[in-house]
């Protein structure tokens, strides 16, 4: 699979990968794909409401994820 040339997609992947999401916990990044890997697209401008909505995602995802290591405890 491959993106057209300045073609950005949207895929879910773990870890500090960039745009200040939050360390262990699946996350969307932009992506490109090129002859069968991606690669996160790094450097595009966000726009600090952009921002401060993803802060709150991820802060979610974190709090959803310490939810559900405590369940699988039980």
């Known amino acids: 699979m491959a993106t057209a040339p300045k073609r950005i997609l949207v895929t879910g992947a773990a870890g500090q ?3 200040g999401a939050p360390e ?3 996350y969307s990044f932009p992506v ?3 002859d069968g890997k991606w690669e996160i697209v ?3 401008d966000i726009d600090a409401r952009s921002a401060e909505k993803m ?3 991820g802060e ?3 709090e959803e994820k310490a939810l559900a ?3 699988l405890k039980e």
């Open 17 to 19: 990968i960039g745009y």
């Open 24 to 26: 262990g916990v699946m």
């Open 32 to 34: 490109s794909c090129k």
């Open 42 to 44: 790094q450097g595009l």
């Open 55 to 57: 802060k709150i995602t």
């Open 60 to 62: 979610e995802l974190v």
């Open 69 to 71: 290591m405590e369940c």
